[in-house]
C-alpha cells in the first residue's frame, strides 16, 4: 500500500513496485486522479496488479473504514508517503481541528498505521516505511506547539510536520523490537526531487522540452520524482533492510542510488519521539501496535 500513490514520488513507488510483481494499493482521496495513475501505471507495467483505497489522511475519523474497505488478511509493507505542502500563509485545520500540514502528514499516518497494524503483523515480516524530507533535519519540533498555533510559518510547519513523521518511524521500530515483533519500521528521504528533471506519466505528470531543457542545470545535484522514489522501494523490498534505518540518495543525500545514512541529530532524540508518540496516541485516541 502506497499512500499518496497517485502522484508525486508516491506515483513512481507504485509504478516500481508494480513493476517487481507486487500488487499495489493506491490510497487516495481521489478516484479520478487514482483511475489515471493506475491507468498510467498499466500502460508501463502489463499485467500489473494495482487497485485503489479511497483514502483521506485529514479525516482520522475514515481511517478505520478505509482499512476495513481493504478486505484483505495480510499486508507486507505500507508506505507512508502522502503528504501536503501549503505556501499560503493562512493556517488551516481539518474537520478534526488539527492543524492541516501536522494532521495529514503525521497524524493521519500514525493512526493509519494503528488500523493497519494487525494486517502488517499477519505478514511474514511486514515493513513500514515512511518518506520524510532532508529539510526536517534542521527542524525543532516544539511539543508545545506541536498544532503550529504560534509559529505558522508553512515551510517550517511542513519541515516540522516531516520531522514528527520521521520520528514516528524510528520510535515505531524501537517499540516493535522491544515487543518482539517481526514487522520493521524504515525511513526514507527522496532528496531533491524536482518536476522539471521528472520524466513524463501523462496524465499523471507531464514535462514539456523546455521545462526538461531548464532543468538540466540542477541535474548535476538534484534528481527526478522517479529517483526520488528509489529509496522508498529499496526500504520495501531490499531483504537486507532493518528496522531502525534511514535510506536516502547516495550523492550528498541529494541525488543517485540509495544508501544508509547515519540517524542523527533531532532523528536521534528518543526522549523527543517518545513524547511525540504520546501526544500523538492523546491526539488520535490509537497507539500503533498497542492494544487499544
Known sequence: MVT???????????????????????????PAKAEAAMASIRSRVPGARVRHLRLNLADLSSLKS?????????????????????????????????????????????????????????????????????????????LDDLQSTHDNRPKEVYARSKLAQMLFGFELDRRLRAAGSTTLSVVNHPGGALDSLTPSRPPVHVRTTGQRLRGLPAGIL????????????????????RGGQLWGPRLFGFRGAPRLEPVRGRLADTAIAARLWDASAELTGISPFEPN
Not at 499518496?4 to 513512481?12: L, Q
Not at 505500507?78 to 493562512?90: F, H, I, Q, S, T
Not at 534528481?223 to 520495501?236: I, M
Request: glycine share 12%.
Open 4 to 30: 499518496g500513490g497517485n502522484t508525486g514520488i508516491g506515483y513512481f513507488v507504485a509504478e516500481q513496485l508494480a513493476g517487481t510483481g507486487a500488487t499495489v494499493v493506491l490510497g487516495s482521496r481521489d
Open 222 to 241: 538534484l534528481q527526478g520524482k522517479d529517483s526520488g522514489a528509489w529509496p522508498a522501494v529499496r526500504a520495501a523490498l531490499d531483504p537486507s533492510v
Open 66 to 142: 478505509s482499512v476495513d474497505a481493504l478486505e484483505v488478511d495480510t499486508l507486507d509493507a505500507a508506505v507512508c508517503n502522502a503528504g501536503v505542502l501549503l505556501d499560503e500563509p493562512r493556517r488551516r485545520e481539518t474537520p478534526d481541528g488539527h492543524e492541516l500540514m501536522f494532521a495529514t502528514n503525521h497524524l493521519g499516518h500514525f493512526a493509519l498505521i494503528g488500523w493497519l497494524a494487525p494486517l502488517l503483523a499477519a505478514a511474514r515480516a511486514g515493513r513500514i516505511i515512511t518518506t520524510g524530507s532532508f529539510v526536517a533535519k534542521p527542524a525543532q519540533l516544539d
